[in-house]
């Protein structure tokens, strides 16, 4: 999946940029009472286990 589509994704569900890292950017979830945080690695393509394993550590559905 294209890296642009995941960041969409994530947005859409309430994750919010928490910081950039040298090659990745860390989001988190907001409005929870357990804050969660994934990273999203900086490539244009990112695996479909990838992304599942990133909404799933932050609590949302994965995408279709």
């Known amino acids: 999946m294209k890296r642009h589509a995941l960041l969409k994704h994530l947005k859409q569900h309430g994750c919010v940029l928490l910081r950039e890292g040298e090659k990745h950017s860390i989001f988190t979830t ?8 994934s990273a999203v690695p900086r490539h244009v393509e990112i695996a479909d286990l990838l ?5 799933r550590d932050l609590g949302i559905e994965p995408p279709a």
């Open 51 to 55: 992304a599942r394993k990133i909404c």
């Open 30 to 37: 907001t409005g929870m009472v357990d804050r969660r945080t």
